[in-house]
């Protein structure tokens, strides 16, 4: 059983990790780079000094604000509707089960431009004018699937004789959803709204057709990519925005670890 | 409050005794907005593909016609839909060499800590961001770059020079070639690639393979006849993932690439800059088509069960 990876194997698995991480790193060296009109390397110098600038820019902090409450609301509308969808679909089987999961799954299943253009030519349609809550209905509609995926395989996993326990003993649905249901499945929901969170505060092709004039953090960061104006303040928002969206999935790790829902284990 | 007792009690009884009305409460929400954000957006894109632009007052003429399609067909157009087919295959091709090894290792070989270590380690590049994943890569592919600095390091800039005048894959420098563009694809859609290889491997007993070579299978047959096979679907699935996204992706092409555009591109720049949302809707529906067609294949073979 236990015999030994080849070598080839092992080159080209640790080549491919080294890959996958080496430019994330790289962005963690340039954050601190004395160089600012060029991408220079090595960089000629290291110093603190852009934190302290990019601490001072008050667009960056208007743009961060925004994405926050975007990701926030969007992250609590999401763990709803996913929720709802997942007790529907988990524990029963209907007319149209097939069809309601692939509708979930849609909106990232397509490109993301075309979630954007269309949601762009419905409010044309509409005639709703760009704001706040533009983005936010975007951003819930390709977070409901992240918040469904975690919840369906943690309902699929909570014995449904618990549930019918907590009735035939005289609790009511409520009741039961409040002390049975709940704790069961609380951790998934906490990840699949970690990860939902990540994945809106993160969003940027969806938000460019959703936004009007508005800037989240993703959008101003695409700005400075096609025009690059303030390198080093750049340079440490990406630092920033790396860090920001470790913690939620670290923490989403350390929820469902030792769950089914962690990859690799077979359904 | 008794009275508030008694009545989410009543409504639990009704609630179980209709289990269907239950499943209705619980659907309602979700598909009512799933239904009119998603698919009523999806489908008022949809049917402005069916109107057409006026070419002399550049306003949308609301008459049903095929004239947006018969546009499509252009040769200028037909360009840019063959070039970002055959990159997103290019693309899909190359993530699954690089992503099998990364799979099979951790499916097979990593226990414990280093299967966490693998774990997080495809995680992490997944989800952190688009945007900052792209940005390391202008900073790699940049003339005074670490790329170009690591050739002329290792004197190997000749090499480099070489490859950047074949044409089609090159161009001035890294940062405006296909070879470029293909880099950050690779790099910005591999962990989606990683993942559901890995899964379908792990369901591989290992008893299997060792009964491949016990049979006399060399290790290159037992990959071609055993272990390719079963790993089919995760790869098909991932493939999935990395040929919608890079078809529909318009931020990457234009940031580090050509001028040549891609389907992304057209879309976006159709419907902004040109106001023409018919054929930006057209453009839209290729994706959708091809998407389709794939989805239907991969379900064939089995794909979703490696999701």
């Given at each position: 059983?236990?015999?030994?990876?080849?070598?080839?194997?092992?080159?080209?698995?640790?080549?491919g990790?080294?890959?996958?991480?080496?430019?994330?790193?790289?962005?963690?060296?340039?954050?601190?780079?004395?160089?600012?009109?060029?991408?220079?390397?090595?960089?000629?110098?290291?110093?603190?000094?852009?934190f302290?600038?990019?601490?001072?820019?008050?667009?960056?902090?208007?743009?961060?604000?925004?994405?926050?409450?975007?990701?926030?609301?969007?992250?609590?509308?999401?763990?709803?509707?996913?929720?709802?969808?997942?007790?529907?679909?988990?524990?029963?089987?209907?007319?149209?089960?097939?069809?309601?999961?692939?509708?979930?799954?849609?909106?990232?299943?397509?490109?993301?431009?075309?979630?954007?253009?269309?949601?762009?030519?419905?409010?044309?349609?509409?005639?709703?004018?760009?704001?706040?809550?533009?983005?936010?209905?975007?951003?819930?509609?390709?977070?409901?699937?992240?918040v469904?995926?975690?919840?369906?395989?943690?309902?699929?996993?909570t014995?449904?004789?618990?549930?019918?326990?907590?009735?035939?003993?005289?609790?009511?649905?409520?009741?039961?959803?409040?002390?049975?249901?709940?704790?069961?499945?609380?951790?998934?929901?906490?990840?699949?709204?970690?990860?939902?969170?990540?994945?809106?505060?993160?969003?940027?092709?969806?938000t460019?057709?959703?936004?009007?004039?508005?800037?989240?953090?993703?959008?101003?960061?695409?700005?400075?990519?096609?025009?690059?104006?303030?390198?080093?303040?750049?340079?440490?928002?990406?630092?920033?925005?790396?860090?920001?969206?470790?913690?939620?999935?670290?923490?989403?790790?350390?929820?469902?670890?030792?769950?089914?829902?962690?990859?690799?284990?077979s359904? | 409050?008794?009275?508030?007792?008694?009545?989410?009690?009543?409504?639990?009884?009704?609630?179980?005794?209709?289990?269907?009305?239950?499943?209705?409460?619980?659907?309602?929400?979700?598909?009512?907005?799933?239904?009119?954000?998603y698919?009523?957006?999806?489908?008022?894109?949809?049917?402005?593909?069916?109107?057409?632009?006026?070419?002399?007052?550049?306003?949308?003429?609301?008459?049903?016609?095929?004239?947006?399609?018969k546009?499509?067909?252009?040769?200028?157009?037909?360009d840019?839909?063959?070039?970002?087919?055959?990159?997103?295959?290019?693309?899909?091709?190359?993530?699954?060499?690089?992503?099998?090894?990364?799979?099979?290792?951790?499916?097979?070989?990593?226990?414990?800590?280093?299967?966490?270590?693998?774990?997080?380690?495809?995680?992490?590049?997944?989800?952190?961001?688009?945007?900052?994943?792209?940005?390391?890569?202008?900073?790699?592919?940049?003339?005074?770059?670490?790329?170009?600095?690591?050739?002329?390091?290792?004197?190997?800039?000749?090499?480099?020079?070489?490859?950047?005048?074949?044409?089609?894959?090159?161009?001035?420098?890294?940062?405006?070639?296909?070879?470029?563009?293909?880099?950050?694809?690779?790099?910005?859609?591999?962990?989606?690639?990683?993942?559901?290889?890995?899964?379908?491997?792990?369901?591989?007993?290992?008893?299997?393979?060792e009964?491949?070579?016990?049979?006399?299978?060399?290790?290159?047959?037992?990959?071609?006849?055993?272990?390719?096979?079963l790993?089919?679907p995760?790869?098909?699935?991932?493939?999935?993932?990395?040929?919608?996204?890079?078809?529909?992706?318009?931020?990457?092409?234009?940031?580090v690439?050509?001028?040549?555009?891609?389907?992304?591109?057209?879309?976006?720049?159709?419907?902004?800059?040109?106001?023409?949302?018919?054929?930006?809707?057209?453009?839209?529906?290729?994706?959708?088509?091809?998407?389709?067609?794939?989805?239907?294949?991969?379900?064939?073979?089995?794909?979703?069960?490696?999701?």
């Amino acid at each position: 059983m236990h015999s030994k990876a080849p070598l080839g194997l092992k080159v080209a698995a640790g080549a491919g990790l080294l890959f996958l991480h080496l430019p994330i790193l790289l962005i963690f060296v340039y954050a601190f780079t004395t160089e600012d009109k060029s991408y220079q390397w090595p960089p000629p110098g290291l110093t603190l000094k852009w934190f302290a600038v990019t601490w001072n820019r008050s667009d960056v902090w208007e743009a961060l604000t925004l994405s926050l409450k975007v990701a926030s609301i969007s992250t609590v509308i999401a763990m709803v509707l996913g929720t709802l969808c997942a007790a529907a679909v988990a524990r029963s089987s209907f007319f149209g089960r097939e069809t309601v999961s692939l509708l979930v799954i849609l909106p990232i299943a397509l490109p993301g431009i075309i979630t954007g253009i269309s949601l762009r030519s419905a409010f044309n349609l509409a005639d709703i004018p760009f704001s706040f809550w533009t983005i936010v209905l975007g951003h819930a509609t390709f977070c409901i699937v992240v918040v469904y995926n975690n919840a369906v395989a943690r309902f699929r996993r909570t014995s449904g004789s618990l549930v019918e326990a907590s009735l035939d003993l005289g609790a009511t649905y409520f009741q039961t959803f409040r002390f049975i249901i709940l704790p069961n499945i609380a951790t998934a929901l906490l990840a699949g709204g970690m990860l939902a969170f990540a994945l809106s505060f993160d969003e940027v092709i969806v938000t460019t057709f959703t936004a009007g004039q508005q800037q989240t953090l993703p959008i101003w960061m695409l700005e400075e990519l096609v025009r690059p104006r303030q390198r080093p303040v750049t340079n440490v928002v990406a630092m920033v925005v790396v860090l920001v969206t470790f913690l939620p999935i670290l923490g989403a790790y350390y929820l469902t670890r030792g769950t089914d829902t962690v990859a690799g284990q077979s359904k | 409050m008794s009275e508030a007792v008694s009545l989410s009690g009543r409504a639990s009884d009704t609630l179980w005794r209709r289990p269907r009305f239950l499943l209705a409460l619980l659907l309602v929400p979700p598909v009512l907005w799933l239904g009119i954000v998603y698919l009523g957006s999806l489908f008022a894109l949809l049917a402005q593909s069916f109107f057409s632009i006026d070419e002399f007052s550049g306003l949308i003429n609301y008459e049903l016609t095929l004239k947006t399609y018969k546009e499509l067909f252009r040769p200028s157009n037909m360009d840019i839909l063959l070039r970002t087919v055959a990159m997103a295959s290019a693309v899909t091709v190359a993530a699954a060499i690089v992503a099998f090894p990364i799979a099979y290792y951790a499916a097979r070989y990593a226990k414990g800590r280093w299967k966490a270590v693998f774990y997080l380690g495809v995680m992490l590049p997944l989800w952190s961001s688009y945007l900052v994943k792209v940005y390391s890569w202008k900073l790699i592919l940049a003339k005074e770059g670490i790329l170009n600095w690591l050739f002329e390091t290792l004197h190997l800039s000749w090499l480099l020079q070489a490859y950047l005048s074949v044409p089609g894959i090159g161009g001035n420098s890294l940062s405006v070639s296909w070879t470029g563009t293909f880099l950050v694809f690779l790099y910005v859609w591999l962990p989606f690639m990683i993942l559901p290889v890995q899964a379908s491997l792990e369901r591989v007993p290992a008893t299997m393979l060792e009964a491949s070579s016990d049979m006399g299978a060399r290790p290159g047959q037992t990959f071609r006849y055993v272990l390719f096979p079963l790993a089919l679907p995760g790869i098909v699935a991932g493939s999935i993932f990395t040929f919608s996204l890079t078809l529909g992706d318009y931020i990457i092409p234009q940031i580090v690439g050509t001028s040549a555009r891609m389907i992304g591109q057209a879309v976006y720049q159709f419907q902004g800059t040109a106001g023409n949302i018919p054929l930006a809707a057209a453009f839209a529906v290729v994706p959708i088509v091809v998407m389709g067609v794939y989805l239907t294949i991969s379900k064939r073979m089995g794909a979703f069960d490696a999701l």
